[in-house]
């Protein structure tokens, strides 16, 4: 009874969530399309839904996008051994940075394994800053450590320390996926009923006082976002009909294609966690994505 209570809040709470933040971004469309950047993806797919639209007016404008995805993306599902879901999902987001206008070369799959990066998180930071001293990209984009997704908060956690130790300076800047999608809630799992109220009730209110927040329009450039993660088939669709096969539904792809996408400023120096111990709480048991 509670969880039917507090899921029919959240989804009314939700869209007046989005359009305060929102209401308090700043515009700052014209600007980001001449800077050069490189987006770092945790799997294939969070490239399209995080900042998709961006990615094509970069590179509409001529403008230098480089893109690296962390993991493999093979434990979104668990497949028959006669599919390599890992080679699938290479595929797929060869085929949708393609859409968006990203150059061949442009496209770096480390090959992580999914659902394990905060395991690898020394390495990555190695080579995202090689990435960026060789590139010397205006910005970095990353998943936000907002995200209750271990993986999320892991590369997220890992460009901080990488941009933090570079010897370009890149400005940092992260894109909410799950924080955008399902809400400023925490996650509170193994709490007291209490102890969990009083943070629901707590995140609920200091939602309103928004980050700051940078807005991209989408514009024109919606359609090209849309057939970027069309092209990531594999999260849409069932590619085993005999098996339990979980996809992105409707309310997140709309949460994610909106007028506009959400970038949040980070001080890579001030602000940077350095181990999982200092992100919050990540109990939820899901790889995909």
Same mark, same amino acid.
């Given at each position: &009874?509670?969880?039917? %209570? ?6 009314? !709470? ?25 987006? =770092? ?53 060869? #085929?949708?940075? +393609? ?12 090959? =992580? ?6 395991? =690898? ?9 090689? #990435? ?26 890992? %460009? ?13 800047? #992260? !894109?909410?996926? !799950? ?20 943070? !629901? ?25 849309? +057939? ?18 979980? %996809?992105?539904?409707?309310? &997140? ?28 709480s990540t109990l939820r048991p899901t790889?995909?994505?």
């Amino acid at each position: &009874m509670l969880a039917e %209570v507090r899921h029919g809040f959240e989804r009314a !709470y939700k869209p007046l969530w989005r359009r305060s933040v929102i209401a308090q971004g700043t515009d700052v469309t014209a600007e980001h399309a001449t800077r050069s950047c490189i987006v =770092f993806a945790p799997h294939p797919d969070d490239e399209s839904l995080g900042c998709g639209g961006l990615i094509a007016r970069k590179r509409d404008a001529g403008t230098a996008v480089r893109v690296v995805v962390a993991s493999n993306g093979a434990r979104s599902h668990i497949t028959s051994s006669d599919l390599d879901l890992a080679a699938v999902r290479a595929s797929e987001v060869a #085929e949708a940075c +393609r859409i968006l206008g990203v150059e061949p070369d442009d496209l770096v799959q480390l090959g =992580f394994p999914d659902g394990e990066l905060a395991g =690898f998180e020394d390495a990555l930071v190695g080579r995202i800053a090689d #990435e960026i001293d060789e590139h010397h990209p205006d910005d970095v984009l990353v998943t936000t450590t907002r995200d209750w997704h271990p993986d999320h908060q892991a590369l997220g956690r890992a %460009v901080r320390r990488a941009v933090a130790r570079t010897s370009w300076a890149p400005r940092l800047l #992260e !894109y909410p996926i !799950y924080w955008w999608v399902e809400g400023p809630w925490r996650r509170r799992e193994g709490r007291t009923r209490w102890s969990y109220g009083a943070g !629901y009730a707590a995140d609920t209110v200091t939602a309103f006082a928004a980050p700051t927040v940078h807005l991209v329009a989408t514009g024109h450039y919606l359609t090209t976002k849309r +057939r970027a993660i069309a092209a990531h088939r594999s999260q849409l669709q069932p590619l085993e009909l005999d098996r339990e096969w979980a %996809v992105i539904d409707r309310s &997140m792809r709309a949460a994610l294609t909106g007028r506009y996408e959400v970038l949040l400023p980070v001080d890579a120096v001030r602000d940077q966690p350095t181990s999982a111990n200092d992100a919050p709480s990540t109990l939820r048991p899901t790889t995909s994505v």
